[in-house]
């Protein structure tokens, strides 16, 4: 990839996400460090209990975020759109990843390497509080997930997943990338029952299905049945 790419993949970091809140100085240090990645479809950009080598900010595509069961199985928990920052750097306090990212399709990624976020902590302290601020978006992300799912109602608990997608999505984007299977992954619902409510909203004006993909039409209809 060319430094043109690297150039435009940080004009539009600088747009959207974590990396836009950052002081101009702040994004000019990271920049400097910065890697442009390229990922094919279904490809694992790190597993579960890997090492910490980095953080991923994603500029094109999607990334899906599976979490772990018990019996060791990757359950997909949400569908990361461009501007989404993931992979806290762990290894500041010795731990390792907690969840799988995967490339949802052909997917490109900004990254900062280990060793690299290490030299520019130990020249400026002050920038771990910007991965701090990271990692409390991504766990209000995770506690967000979770509180959707005591939603009682399978249709409420949809609906906010959904909303939350679309509240997700990348400028321009009219679709929620995510298909049914995965939407049940995520909503901890069978396959069928998801397909039967999928099917009422479309009845009902709510949203439109066409080939894996979603789209929200009426988000005040959907809003009033998750009760928000």
């Known amino acids: 990839m060319t430094m043109r790419d690297l ?7 600088a747009t959207r996400g974590w990396f836009s809140t950052l002081a101009a100085d702040t994004r000019e240090k ?36 599976t979490i772990p069961r018990a019996d060791g199985l990757g359950i997909s928990a ?22 799988t990212l995967i490339a949802a399709g052909p997917a490109r990624a900004l990254f900062l390497p280990d060793p690299d976020l290490r030299a520019l902590l130990a020249d400026d302290p002050d920038l771990l509080g910007e991965f701090c601020r990271l990692n409390h978006l991504n766990t209000a992300l995770a ?17 906010l997943h959904l909303l939350m997608q679309d509240e997700a999505r990348a400028p321009g984007a009219r679709d929620i990338g995510l298909s049914q299977g995965r939407l049940a992954e995520g909503v901890a619902l069978s396959a069928p029952t998801v397909e039967r409510v999928l099917r009422r909203m479309q009845e009902k004006g709510m949203i439109d299905l066409c080939c894996g993909r979603i789209r929200i039409l009426d988000r005040d209809a959907l809003r009033a049945l998750s009760g928000r």
């Open 30 to 65: 990271l920049s400097g460090i910065a890697r442009l990645q390229r990922f094919a479809a279904r490809e694992i950009v790190f597993s579960f209990g890997d090492p910490a080598d980095g953080v991923f900010g994603l500029v094109e595509g999607s990334f899906e975020i």
């Open 78 to 99: 949400y569908r990361a759109d461009p501007g989404h920052w993931i992979g806290d750097p762990v290894r500041f306090d010795g731990q390792t990843r907690l969840v």
């Open 7 to 13: 150039d435009a993949a940080l004009a539009f970091a």
């Open 143 to 159: 506690l967000r997930l979770l509180a959707n799912l005591v939603s009682p109602p399978s249709e409420a608990r949809i609906a």
